[in-house]
C-alpha cells in the first residue's frame, strides 16, 4: 500500500516526539507530558503502524514492547574480549596503579587528570548499534563470549534503539552496567512474586526476567 506523503510526516514528526518524551522521562528524569498523555500519542502511533505496517522502523517505541522475552539464549564472541575491572582498596594500591601507567605509557602523568566515579554493581552489557540502531546486546560471559540477551534488553526504556547526535559511527560498541536504583529494586520487590536478595541480583537477572 503506498503511504501518502501527509501520512508518512505526522507519522514520523509522532515516533519522534515520542523517542524524545522517553529520553526526557527516563534518561533525564525531566516528564513534559503525563502518563495519560503519552499513552494517547503511542496509541496513535499503533494506529499508523496497523495502517501502514511499512512505516514500522527500528527505533519505533512500539519495538520495545510486544516481545516475550527469552528464556533461552544463543553465545556470540564479542568483537573485542570485554574483560572486567581490576580493584583497589588502599592508597598504596592507588598509587602503585598510578606508577604502573607511568611505565606503560613511557612519560609523566604529573600533569594529567583522572576522572573517578562510582562502581555501579549490576551486569556488565555489551550494546551494539550498526549504523545508529541497536543491533546486539551481549553480556559479558566468559569475557570472549556472550549471551545474546538483545531482545530482552530492548525492553529497558534508559537504553536507547537509536543513538541521537549527528555524527554517528557506522559502527560502535558501547559497554556499561545493567543496575537498578534502591527505590526501584524496593518496588521491585513490593510487587514481584520473586523476591531479590540484593539489588545486584535483581539487576543481574533483570535481562532475562523482565516482563514489559
Known amino acids: 500500500m503506498k503511504i501518502p506523503d501527509k501520512e508518512k510526516n505526522?507519522?514520523?514528526?509522532?515516533?519522534?516526539?515520542?523517542?524524545?518524551?522517553?529520553y526526557l522521562y527516563y534518561v533525564e528524569d525531566n516528564p513534559k507530558i503525563s502518563d495519560h498523555e503519552y499513552d494517547m500519542l503511542f496509541r496513535e502511533l499503533l494506529n499508523y503502524e496497523n495502517k501502514y505496517p511499512n512505516l514500522i522502523s527500528k527505533d519505533s517505541p512500539s519495538q520495545r514492547v510486544g516481545?516475550?522475552?527469552?528464556?533461552?539464549?544463543?553465545?556470540?564472541?564479542?568483537?573485542?574480549?570485554?574483560?572486567?575491572?581490576?580493584?583497589?582498596?588502599?592508597?598504596?594500591?592507588?598509587?602503585?596503579?598510578?606508577?604502573?601507567?607511568?611505565?606503560?605509557?613511557?612519560s609523566s602523568l604529573e600533569s594529567e587528570s583522572f576522572t573517578v566515579e562510582p562502581k555501579l554493581d549490576g551486569?556488565?552489557?555489551?550494546?551494539?548499534?550498526?549504523d545508529g540502531y541497536l543491533d546486539k546486546a551481549?553480556?559479558?560471559?566468559?569475557?570472549?563470549?556472550?549471551?545474546?540477551v538483545?531482545?530482552?534488553?530492548?525492553?529497558?526504556?534508559?537504553?536507547?534503539?537509536?543513538l541521537r547526535g549527528k555524527l554517528?559511527?557506522?559502527?560502535?560498541?558501547?559497554?556499561?552496567?545493567?543496575?537498578?536504583?534502591k527505590k526501584d529494586f524496593d518496588k521491585l520487590n513490593m510487587y514481584s512474586d520473586k523476591k531479590f536478595a540484593n539489588s545486584r541480583n535483581a539487576a543481574a537477572g533483570e535481562p532475562t526476567s523482565i516482563r514489559s
Not at 10 to 22: A, F, G, I, M
Not at 123 to 130: K, T
Not at 150 to 162: H, R
Open 10 to 22: 505526522k507519522y514520523l514528526h509522532l515516533k519522534e516526539r515520542l523517542n524524545d518524551y522517553s
Open 67 to 106: 516481545f516475550q522475552p527469552l528464556k533461552e539464549f544463543g553465545n556470540e564472541k564479542h568483537k573485542i574480549p570485554m574483560l572486567s575491572l581490576s580493584n583497589v582498596f588502599t592508597e598504596d594500591e592507588l598509587f602503585n596503579y598510578f606508577e604502573k601507567q607511568k611505565k606503560i605509557f613511557d
Open 123 to 130: 551486569l556488565a552489557i555489551n550494546l551494539q548499534y550498526v
Open 138 to 148: 551481549l553480556t559479558r560471559g566468559d569475557g570472549f563470549t556472550g549471551e545474546d
Open 150 to 162: 538483545t531482545q530482552n534488553v530492548k525492553t529497558i526504556s534508559s537504553i536507547p534503539l537509536k
Open 168 to 181: 554517528i559511527p557506522d559502527f560502535i560498541e558501547v559497554r556499561g552496567e545493567i543496575f537498578i536504583l
